[in-house]
């Protein structure tokens, strides 16, 4: 079966830009989580998606928000791009909240 | 603080030779405790969590309460254990996911 997709694969903004960016969860899979890595701060948790309401959040700030639709697929925008946003951002799918997770190939985001 | 430390950034060993990679976790109820695996240009893919207690590729963490340990062994490394490995801890079973990833330790297996 098909793993997680993440489009696009590469992205090169500018600051106070905005950016999309994209996640298919493997079929069947109702949860998606994403990640945030970066060669400073590492892999950190930016927020989880279960049925399209988020359940969890990570300490980022507002700019830096999600949403879920009813085919389980999630978005991930970040508003107004500052320098320190450029890095890898992971997507993660599961059966269920708090299950085994499967990670996408990442989006690699680079903020000038 | 919910935190994950793995002391060592790179570790190097001979073929072979026995492998122990650390993990120590910051954490005040009950945990769950997993270790993560990126081989070269491939995803990061689950390896093992503590509620299986498997075995998988010759690999074994044992989670220690009391030293809040988890550190991931493996008697015989291979070539192909080369990887880099986090450590995670999932605040909250069976309950919404926020994992929390140490920095990774990059081990290098020579031949």
């Known amino acids: 079966k098909a793993g997680v997709t993440q489009t696009p694969r590469y992205l090169i903004k500018t600051r106070g830009q905005q950016v999309t960016l994209s996640c298919s969860p493997i079929?069947?899979?109702?949860?998606v989580s994403w990640y945030q890595q970066t060669p400073g701060q590492g892999l950190q948790f930016l927020f989880e998606?279960?049925?399209?309401?988020?359940?969890n959040k990570g300490n980022f700030p507002g700019r830096f928000s999600g949403r879920q639709f009813s085919n389980s697929r999630s978005e991930m925008n970040v508003s107004t791009l500052e320098l320190g946003d450029s890095a890898l951002y992971l997507c993660a799918s599961s059966k269920s909240s708090g299950g085994e997770q499967f990670f996408g190939p990442g989006t690699r985001l680079t903020v000038l | 603080a919910q935190r994950v430390t793995q002391p060592e950034k790179l570790l190097s060993v001979f073929k072979g030779a026995p492998v122990e990679l650390k993990c120590n976790y910051s954490y005040s109820g009950s945990p769950e405790l997993f270790w993560y695996v990126q081989y070269s240009r491939q995803r990061l893919q689950l390896l093992l969590r503590?509620?299986s207690r498997e075995s998988i590729k010759g690999f074994t963490a044992d989670l220690n309460k009391g030293e809040t340990s988890f550190h991931l062994k493996k008697p015989f490394a291979q070539e192909e254990d080369s990887a880099m490995y986090y450590c995670?801890?999932?605040?909250?079973?069976?309950?919404?996911?926020?994992?929390?990833f140490g920095s990774g330790t990059r081990l290098s297996i020579r031949p």
């Open positions: 995670a801890l999932n605040p909250g079973y069976s309950s919404a996911s926020k994992i929390i």
């Open positions: 503590h509620i």
């Open positions: 079929s069947g899979h109702r949860s």
């Open positions: 998606y279960f049925s399209e309401t988020q359940r």
